[in-house]
């Protein structure tokens, strides 16, 4: 498959739906999902000063990924509340290729979920197949909102090989299962900085 | 209540050549790890304060350690981050009580100012278990040659009643930045974003 010249080798789309942790049984399942795309790293094996270009050609493919996974989650966007990202580089590849995900991977998911105020956190590394990545995450409008802060590990055991990359998108749709930390709650965003 | 420690683990990490080319002076990011006793494994306990209390003391611990790994003054530090694992008789929130309600304010008092969040993630495991520690820089979050992450694992831990606590401190970002945005020099530091 090819996206806007991103040539892709495979998706994958990982749902988890968490009941319980231990704890009381929540009255609604958490739900996390992950969508991970294995695409060929253009500058694998040599250093090319100029990576810039790739940031915008990687848009499409970020909005697709996007719009994948809020399916994937049920396909009410309203339900999605968390989201982070982040980019595995195979080991022909350098740390400053996963950093091209941080624009195309962030805005799509602000895009698609009607402008979300919050940064996107997120997490990059080098990586062989199997190599599995933390991928950070918080609210989608407020990212001092304590419930919220969560993250998910994803991996796939035939990626990244060592000239491509494994670039991924987490939506959540609500705090941890058991949260009780106190701190800023949800109900109490003001949503203007992005913060609180 | 303070931490019952098993270990204290500092991993200093430093980029010299990459894509074949010199990293001078080289990136550098520091983790301090401590292995802690889990007073809650095996029981749902309502009330988390014991272990907010111990995310107080690790904050300052961890992040006291982290910057004297580097050797730099506290003002130095450039960027942040903190994780951890939660061994299988605990629950994902306990890692939440550590790291979220009081592990920040000791830990912006070791490396001066922390206008920005510190950026976290968390997980259930076993020993050998590896976590990728998020990294911003401390002042502004929209930094863009600061977005990175730390592996940090350790062999042994956490076993199933322990939890693992890392705190990252770096005095660089990424070794090659070059994908444009707001740059360190361009910071303010006043919101914590720009």
């Known amino acids: 498959m090819n996206i806007n010249g991103i040539e892709i080798r495979k998706f994958a789309t990982f749902i988890e739906e968490i009941f319980h942790e231990g704890g009381p049984v929540a009255s609604k399942p958490l739900k996390m999902g992950a969508i991970a795309a294995v695409i060929r790293n253009p500058f694998a094996g040599r250093y090319e000063p100029n990576i810039l270009p790739m940031m915008d050609q990687l848009r499409p493919l970020g909005l697709e990924m996007s719009k994948r996974l809020a399916r994937a989650l049920g396909g009410d966007l309203t339900a999605i509340e968390g989201f982070g990202k982040g980019a595995i580089v195979g080991a022909a590849g350098e740390l400053e290729h996963g950093a091209l995900w941080h624009v195309p991977g962030g805005y799509a998911m602000r895009d698609l979920l009607s402008n979300a105020k919050a940064i996107v956190p997120s997490t990059k590394k080098i990586g062989v197949p199997g190599t599995r990545i933390d991928i950070p995450v918080t609210h989608i409008n407020a990212a001092y909102v304590r419930g919220h802060f969560n993250a998910m590990e994803v991996g796939l055991s035939d990626a990244p090989r060592a000239d491509e990359m494994m670039l991924v998108l987490v939506m959540t749709t609500g705090p941890r299962i058991h949260n009780r930390v106190g701190g800023l709650k949800a109900s109490e965003i003001k949503g203007e900085d992005g913060l609180r | ?194």
């Open chain 2, 1 to 194: 209540m303070s931490a019952k420690i098993r270990r204290l683990v500092t991993m200093l990490d430093e980029t010299h050549l990459e894509m074949g080319r010199d990293i001078v002076p080289p990136t550098r990011r520091a983790a301090a790890i401590a292995v802690i006793v889990n007073p809650f494994a095996g029981v749902y306990q309502a009330d988390l304060e014991a272990l907010m209390a111990i995310g107080e003391e690790l904050g300052d611990l961890l992040g006291r350690r982290a910057v004297a790994a580097l050797g730099i003054a506290p003002g130095a530090a450039e960027s942040y981050g903190k994780a951890a694992i939660v061994g299988e008789a605990g629950e994902l929130e306990h890692a939440a009580a550590i790291l979220h309600p009081r592990l920040g304010k000791p830990l912006r008092a070791a490396v001066e100012k922390g206008a920005a969040l510190v950026p976290s993630a968390k997980k259930m495991g076993g020993p050998g278990t590896p976590i990728d520690v998020p990294l911003g820089h401390k002042d502004a979050a929209y930094v863009r040659s600061h977005f990175d992450a730390m592996e940090v694992r350790l062999n042994d831990a956490p076993r199933a009643n322990e939890i693992l606590v890392a705190v990252v401190v770096t005095d660089s970002g990424r070794p090659l930045p070059r994908i444009g945005g707001l740059t360190k020099d361009q910071v303010e530091g006043k919101d914590g974003l720009r």
